[in-house]
């Protein structure tokens, strides 16, 4: 009968197994966008599913050219660090001086610009030293420093530290303490050249500690005048004396001259050095032998 008929079986369609672009592309009711032909162009064309290879040949460079701008700043960073750790100053590798003295304490020296970099860390990169600044910190912690600067090293991470002493042009020996007085007048206390050929003869009764007489000024004073006189050519001083019950007046012995020069503390060391040349031509192309030439009133010599 009919009704006990067995139902014809359906078979059942196994399903097909694509590739997610190609299920993606081919699912039923969705309209594909795009065309795999070079010569067709289509709207939208870079975001369509179907793709030609022209398209796929842009995506590629687009892709090749991002890369290559990651790489560049990878490159720049790496660059930009390096620089940094270059110009960082974790240390000082060694120390130049000028004199090369082996009776120099380096240590010290390199402990002095530590405790500079303690106060100041950033400075620590050499583009951003503050030399002038670093210059007064040694002026005040060792004047005997001319000039100090950072260099780079052979190590990395590390800096050479450059140091320059001043030279003598004159010392002064008070209660066993020397002052040297260097071209400029700076006055200091440790002398690393030899030990200059003119040197101070106090005999003006005045106690030298109470700083009277051994002020920064009247050093001053004596290291330009030393120093004008023995470039100028003309003559040279080979000593300084302060005469008996005065502090403004100085005496100077020159060179081959059996002569004095009387100059005065409170007149323009270059002024008084000029006045003294014309003074020492003159009485050389008279010449006369005096007993001293006094140039301690500005705009004329007088000589004994």
Known sequence: MALFRRKKEIPIRQPRITSQNESYSFRRSRTLTGSSADAVRVVGENRAQIKSPRIHA????????????????????????????????????????????????????????????????????????????????????????????????????????IVSFRQPVVVWEIARQK??????????????????????????????EAGAIASSRFLHFLGRVVFLMNQSGVASVSGVVIPPNTTREVDLSLTGKTYIIKTLLDRDPAEQVSDVLNAVRYVD??????????VRVGGKASYR
């Open 58 to 161: 842009h995506e590629l460079r687009q892709h090749r050219r991002k890369l290559f701008m990651y790489l560049v700043a990878v490159l720049v960073v790496i660059a930009m660090v390096g620089t940094l750790v270059s110009q960082f100053t974790s240390s000082v590798d060694k120390v130049v001086t000028t004199p090369a003295n082996t009776a120099i304490n380096n240590q010290h020296y390199k402990q002095l610009l530590n405790d500079y970099f303690a106060d100041h860390p950033f400075e620590r990169f050499r583009f951003a030293l503050q030399i002038g600044q670093l210059d007064e910190y040694m002026a005040a912690k060792a004047p005997e420093i001319e000039t100090i600067k950072l260099d780079s090293s052979a190590q990395f991470g590390q800096s050479d530290l």
């Open 179 to 208: 002052y040297y007085v260097d071209a400029e007048g700076h006055t200091f206390g440790k002398n690393y050249y030899n030990e200059p050929v003119v040197t101070v003869k106090d005999q003006s009764g005045i106690d030298p």
């Open 285 to 294: 192309s008279k010449a006369i032998n005096p007993q001293y030439i006094d």
